[in-house]
Nanobody
Framework: QVQLVESGGGLVQAGGSLRLSCAAS????????MGWYRQAPGKLREYVAT???????VYASAVKGRFTISRDNAKNTVYLQMNSLKPEDTAVYYC??????WGQGTQVTVSS
């Protein structure tokens, strides 16, 4: 059974940083494209970043230059380093495998 568990969310002031983690079990995480997505209150879930099995990264324009997605294959874990956070980054952040398996989400709140 595939399971994704996100952690690392919290409350941070604008300009601060957080690092989210997504620990995968039931799959060999390195074989798949892993992604981070977010959903703010009253809005649809939106794409944040993905990393392919080959290590290619793609970012949404809203986070490019501020967020970095990476993976540790030995730990079967994907990370999202978030710097220069803005209040509009406030959302529940989810990780996903091929946009098919999803984690439960972790709340990120950025205060102004």
């Amino acid at each position: 059974q595939v399971q994704l568990v996100e952690s690392g969310g919290g409350l941070v002031q604008a300009g601060g940083s957080l690092r989210l983690s997504c620990a995968a079990s039931g799959i060999i995480e390195s074989a798949y494209t892993m992604g981070w997505y977010r959903q703010a209150p009253g809005k649809l879930r939106e794409y944040v970043a993905t990393i392919s099995s080959g290590g290619t990264t793609v970012y949404a324009s809203a986070v490019k230059g501020r967020f970095t997605i990476s993976r540790d294959n030995a730990k079967n874990t994907v990370y999202l380093q978030m710097n220069s956070l803005k209040p509009e980054d406030t959302a529940v952040y989810y990780c996903a495998v091929n946009e098919y398996y999803w984690g439960q989400g972790t709340q990120v709140t950025v205060s102004s």
